[in-house]
């Protein structure tokens, strides 16, 4: 892994070169990391092999640019190349813009589950270092000709020969929604004058920003069937005469990631049956990121409404 990896880098010097080969255990995938510096920073690169379901919603996610409601980055673009294979670039952040390193990450996914991806850094470690360069060594091209190159084929034909293919990724838990519903159904209980953009989810998840013509307002949702054990969470909240719990909170940097100003409101239910829909506005654009409004578009009287809605019940 290591010589592979070195022997696709440009001229420059390498330190705490570290490696391992293929494994039959996925945590112990293969992997090579050098802190490079051509002159101007020092910098590390990494790459690891690993395998997964190329059907998956998982590989879906690993090789489809994410929505910045929830990941900061500057730059992103997927493709899908002739051989089937589809490919990722994202000039991002290891935390975000204000706080950690740049991160460009290069992820390559093959039709047979073979998943190549490479990150590298303005600083010489991902976390706790500080910034060494204004970006990272390798341009966007090169980035990709590090994950194409077919110098990696005999290494992950050998570690899919010990570990297998991927197994079947299953969707989900039981009786949890997909995210494409749960998407779907959100945005036909949002209340009317509302601007919808950036909508995307997950099994049981949701997300999408709203705008009233006052600022954009991040919106999410989680819908989790067989939540019965999270009853004490509710201590303190409502019940009310169908038995449903509900607990309604309001609280500054609700998803605890900084952004300045933020504010998030809450409210969480939990059905007899053991259901949970729990939504949550921002008065931010995003995860992390900072206010642009007072409050979050939704009043709490309309989350209420929304979590409550009989429509989630049996949703699937």
Request: charged share 25%.
């Amino acid at each position: 892994m290591l010589k592979t990896l070195t022997g696709l880098l440009p001229a420059g010097d390498l330190a705490r070169k570290d490696g391992r080969g293929s494994s039959k255990s996925r945590a112990s995938a293969p992997y090579a990391s050098v802190v490079f510096d051509d002159g101007d920073g020092a910098a590390q690169i990494s790459l690891s092999i690993n395998r997964i379901d190329p059907r998956g919603e998982t590989a879906d996610s690993m090789v489809t640019c994410p929505s910045k409601a929830l990941v900061d980055f500057d730059e992103c673009r997927h493709e899908t190349l002739t051989d089937g294979s589809r490919y990722l670039f994202v000039q991002g952040y290891v935390y975000d813009r204000h706080k950690g390193a740049k991160q460009w990450r290069s992820t390559l996914l093959t039709p047979a589950g073979v998943l190549i991806d490479a990150s590298e850094y303005n600083a010489p470690a991902e976390k706790d270092a500080t910034a060494t360069r204004e970006d990272p060594p390798l341009t966007p091209a090169r980035m990709k000709t590090l994950v194409t190159d077919d110098g990696w084929d005999p290494l992950a034909a050998a570690y899919l020969a010990e570990a297998g293919a991927a197994p079947e990724e299953k969707p989900g838990r039981p009786g949890e929604p997909s995210g494409e519903t749960v998407v779907a159904t959100l945005t036909a209980l949002l209340p009317e004058g509302l601007t919808v953009k950036d909508p995307g989810g997950d099994p049981g998840y949701g997300h999408l920003v709203v705008d009233d013509g006052r600022g954009a307002s991040f919106v999410q949702i989680n819908v989790q069937p067989g939540m019965s054990e999270l009853a004490d969470l509710f201590a303190g909240g409502t019940t009310l005469p169908d038995g449903t719990l509900v607990r309604e909170t309001q609280e500054a940097d609700p998803d605890q990631k900084g952004g300045a100003g933020t504010v998030g409101w809450t409210v969480d239910t939990l059905r007899p049956d053991g259901a949970r829909v729990v939504i949550m506005a921002f008065n931010a654009p995003g995860q992390g990121q900072d206010a642009v409004r007072e409050e979050p578009a939704l009043t709490m009287a309309q989350l209420k409404a929304i979590a409550l809605d009989p429509v989630w019940i049996g949703l699937d």
